[in-house]
């Protein structure tokens, strides 16, 4: 889940309220990109074995073999695409083709925050971290699909439908950056650009099988939105290989005199260090997970244990209901501030017409609890920051499951549900992931697990703040003691 928006975004690129457009697909082309991961497939074009032109045109093919079945993108942009990979590239993805999410303006493109109120809108400007991701020298084809607003962590939108898992179409590919990691799941492009703001990166890097890492709070260049007093929402990637994801953080990082934490750079390999790893595996409020779940997160840690790595179970100290209340609010913030700006421009449209029930839901939420309650909220919230920082005095890594089940059926969370029945279920789905977000520290979902019908099930890692390097360190060490690229799913472009 994510709230990746902000009146100011959204008034800087015009709000339009009228149905969404189709657009052409393009003719298939001869496939360039194999198997491999971006850095390899960024070698292969330095080393002029094949074009950014013919890389993109592979993925261009690919999106159109399988996106029919899975429904991955919010909009094709092929023509953006090939103009852009016939200039001179630069960069360490100088010519990979990828995909940026329908909450991230790129100016010129589609902005539909997966929702029927901007389904006409435009970006007329982008902001800072857009400008680092193109400098890394990728090729945006078009924008990935996510729930409305990424309120959510089910990628089920009225505007669009629903995104499908490629390991099983019939299950939710997660949220909110589920267009994103179906995409990488599926071979169509080996990385894509994602956001979190309550576990939207790690969400859907579990349900698919990927890596995804959700990075800290100011990690990264400035994306030009208010976020408020605690500011949640993070922007990253979802990829194939750990190497991919610290290659797009060394990008995108913040440097210079503006840079709020010393910088990772580019993150080679693991590290000979023993780390000191926190195992908790029933969620905040005390619930057990899926019975499956559990199993694999005990795998995980017992993988950690064969490693070296000491595994104790311990947990930080807050109020895990109080904190999910808090949460909430501060969620419903976001989808109260949308629909004042959608109702404001909406005219003569009813406003159920423009925006979903759970949206709907969470503004009325906001509105019944007043600023006392806000305030308290905010503070509440700052309380779980501290006692989480004060958790890593004598540990180096939490480990919990992302999610409390395998990937659930689509509809179960729809957001036509609204907030009563859906969200309650979203809230029980999700127990794991926002702490990290209130805390503004790394977090990271690797794919360690499955279920025994073969779903994924991703190992949740985090750590204190500004220590991605920690993460990643220990995430080549998993990777190369547990592979996971060799595993492809039922519905794939390869």
């Known amino acids: 889940m994510a709230t990746e928006i902000s009146r ?77 990979a016939a200039t001179a590239l630069s960069g360490p993805f100088a010519g990979v083709p990828t995909l940026i999410k329908d909450l991230l303006p790129l100016a010129g493109l589609p902005l539909k925050f997966g929702s029927r109120a901007f389904a006409n809108n435009v970006a007329q400007a982008q902001p800072p971290y857009t400008d680092a991701v193109l400098a890394s020298g990728v090729v945006p084809f078009g924008k990935s699909a996510t729930p409305e607003f990424g309120l959510t962590a089910t990628t089920e939108p009225l505007l669009g439908g629903a995104t499908k898992n490629p390991w099983d179409p019939t299950r939710s590919c997660g949220g909110s950056s589920g267009g994103a990691a179906v995409a990488v799941a599926a071979r169509v492009i080996p990385i894509a650009h994602a956001s979190d703001g309550g576990g939207s990166i790690r969400i859907p890097a579990s349900c698919n099988g990927i890596f995804g890492l959700k990075p800290s709070r100011a990690r990264t260049v400035t994306d030009g939105r208010e976020q408020g007093p605690v500011p949640i929402s993070v922007n990253g990637c979802v990829s194939l290989t750990v190497r991919d994801t610290a290659r797009w953080l060394a990008s995108t990082e913040q440097g210079g005199e503006a ?21 908790n595996i029933p969620d905040f409020r005390g619930r057990e997970p899926d019975p499956e779940v559990r199993a694999a997160t005990e795998a995980a840690a017992q993988l950690c244990r064969s490693l070296g790595h000491e ?47 759970l949206t709907l839901d969470l503004a009325r939420h906001f509105q019944s609890k007043g600023p006392a309650a806000m305030a308290a909220a905010i503070a509440g919230l700052k309380q779980v920051e501290a006692a989480y920082a004060a958790f890593f005095s004598d540990v180096d890594v ?61 190992a949740h890692f985090s750590a204190a703040k500004g220590q991605e390097r920690r993460l990643l360190e220990l995430a080549y060490e998993l990777e190369a003691a547990q592979p996971w690229r060799g595993r492809k799913p039922g519905v794939s472009a390869i």
């Open 8 to 84: 100011r975004t959204m008034l800087a690129n015009g709000a339009a309220l009228a149905a969404m457009s189709a657009c052409a697909p393009a003719a298939p082309a001869t496939d360039a990109l194999e198997d491999l991961d971006a850095v390899g497939v960024a070698a292969r074009i330095g080393a002029g074995e094949i074009t950014a032109l013919e890389a993109l045109d592979a993925a261009i093919a690919r999106a159109e073999r399988v996106n029919g079945d899975l429904n991955f993108m919010a909009t094709p942009a092929f023509d953006y695409g090939r103009a852009r």
């Open 259 to 279: 840079a709020a934490l010393a910088p990772v750079g580019m993150v080679e390999g693991p590290n000979t260090q023993r780390l000191r790893i926190a195992l």
């Open 311 to 357: 595994v104790r179970e311990a947990r930080p100290s807050f109020d895990g209901q109080r904190f999910s209340d808090d949460f909430i609010l501060l969620w419903a913030e976001s989808a109260a501030e949308v629909a004042a700006l959608v109702r404001q421009n909406a005219g003569t449209v009813p406003l159920d017409q423009l925006l979903e029930p």
């Open 398 to 458: 939490l480990l919990t499951p992302v999610l409390s089940k395998p990937p659930l059926p689509l509809g179960e969370i729809a957001p036509t549900l609204g907030m009563e029945v859906g969200f309650a279920r979203v809230l029980d789905y999700v127990g794991y992931t926002p702490l990290q977000n209130v805390a503004g520290a790394p977090a990271m979902s690797v794919p360690l697990g499955w279920s025994q019908s073969g779903l994924p099930i991703g």
